[in-house]
């Protein structure tokens, strides 16, 4: 009993959508002004926990390493962000952009006085 495959009903198939699942959303919405603090935020929480770790009176060189690294990443995190954010939002002003990028100085001339310390 061989069976012939069923036939369809007539119809073409429609064209898949260009755009897969959804429209791709663009980075400079991804940069809205909550999202800048907020890692900014984890930029200084890095550097907060690399400075705890230095405190910690050890002379372990994988503990002061690793404080180092944690005040270095995180500083370099944060100046990034803001720059980012200063560069590619197109929800901040011109007199935010110009704060953030004096954020990212200062983040980063922070990070060299805080692995300076450790």
């Known amino acids: 009993m061989n069976v012939p495959p069923p036939q369809g009903s007539g119809q073409p198939m429609p064209p898949p959508y260009?755009?897969?699942y959804g429209m791709m959303m663009g980075m400079e919405n991804a940069l809205s002004k909550r999202m800048i603090w907020g890692l900014n935020a984890v930029g200084l929480g890095l550097i907060y926990l690399g400075f705890l770790f230095g405190l910690s009176g050890t002379a372990d060189p994988n503990v002061l390493a690793t404080a180092r690294f944690f005040a270095f990443s995180g500083g370099l995190f944060g100046a990034l962000i803001a720059i980012?954010?200063?560069l590619g939002s197109r929800r901040t002003t011109d007199m935010q952009n110009l704060g953030l990028f004096i954020w990212?100085?200062?983040?980063?001339v922070f990070t060299n006085f805080v692995v300076a310390l450790l």
């Open 84 to 86: 980012a954010g200063a």
């Open 104 to 108: 990212a100085g200062f983040l980063l």
């Open 18 to 20: 260009p755009m897969g």
